[in-house]
């Protein structure tokens, strides 16, 4: 596909923020970590997925008139820790910058082992500690299972 | 040192932690026998909460307890309790905290300990949680090889039975990576000790072996812990009996081993210690057992003395 084509399929924003190098066929994914449609919030949220790019094919999301914060964004990086974030802020992109895993994952995937005490109904939100980076590997702090690469996917609440 | 409020997992302790605890047990032992009186804990109440029964792991917190001039409360069977009802483990935590001293918990799922710990006022003990953690069964593991073999490091420690399942051997294993030896982990095809665990004894330099053949490694080693090879681990009947019947030591295999080795297993037995082997100078099972009262003792007082004040 040539430049021309991919600039009419994906329209820049004036402000917001774009999450793009989503790893292909996440897009929804990472829509539903940031929680971003239970929010209250008019923003125009655009998906593209499956986007030509030089690395083969992407996911990109956009979300118009917020600028979402680091800490929210940083929990993407469980399912495509390629991801790369601009600001853009009158057209213009005002800050780029790579998502990065935090220390630990505290609400966004639940535990896949389903004996585990927060399977059950108990006022507690699952915790994991993440303890490898590449491939992502998190652990649960109450029951100590591990879980990996597409299983943490397969586990989002 | 010990500065544990809570004990949940094995994995959280360091080796002067554990060693704390163990030296402390030494001298709960006459208290344990009843060879001496003590009202260190006087005033105070332990509640048990046993959402799945365990007989022999209750009583010994209770008589650990007692034994120190302290109270019990507690149910032993959640069909009798508010939990029946729908009561999140949570809510019944933070209710009897507000009524004990220091909590005792035995729950069927994994990582309970660790919910009634953030919602509990005083310590928790876990004494057990599903496929889970089980701390105090490896103290007392470890506190029977000291006192049976002088020192826990520099033995030669066999493990047989179920090592992939087996959540005593892990925690064991783990503990014992903590104070260097020699290993050797006996299982049936399949059901072999995990690379997980095995990976912790190479990162701390520790030798270990692993075979199917008991026979071939027991006169070798200073310590033999057998576990249960469970049924339902196997396809069929036939299957089961053919690996069980070769995890079944019996007197016979005793002949050529050392004068010393000791003989352990965390109880409840079936097939795999034959009865004739009670009797032996190398069965120390029974006394395993035992010790699970001193080590409770001293984890109790232990926790309850951090807390004092408070």
Redesign the interface.
Known sequence: MDKENRKIKISPIRNGTVIDHIRKGQALKVVKILGIMKQDTDSVVSIAMNVDSSSGKKDIVKVEGRELLREELDKISLISPEVTVNIIDDYVVKAKHRVKLPGTIKGIVR?R?T????N?????EPEFLVIHEKPVSIK??????ETKGEEISENLR | MFNKDHVVSIREFEREEIDTILDHAVKMVPIARGEKKSLELEGKVLATLFFEPSTRTMLSFEIAMKRLGGQTIGFANPSQSSVKKGETLADTVRMASSYADIIVLRHPQEGAARLASKFSSKPVINAGDGAGQHPTQTLLDLFTIKEEKGRISGNHIGIAGDLKYGRTVHSLTHALSMYGGEMTFIAPEGLQMPDELTGELEREGIGYHKTEDLESVIDQLDVLYMTRIQRERFPNEEEYEKVASSFNLHRGMLDDVKDDMIIMHPLPRVDEISPDVDDTKHARYFQQAANGVPTRMALICLLLDRNRGL
Do not use: D, L
Not at chain 1, 115 to 118: E, G, P, S, V
Not at chain 1, 140 to 145: K, M, Q, T
């Open positions: 535990c082992n004996t585990c005490i927060t059950q109904k108990e006022p507690v649960c702090i109450y029951c100590e299972r």
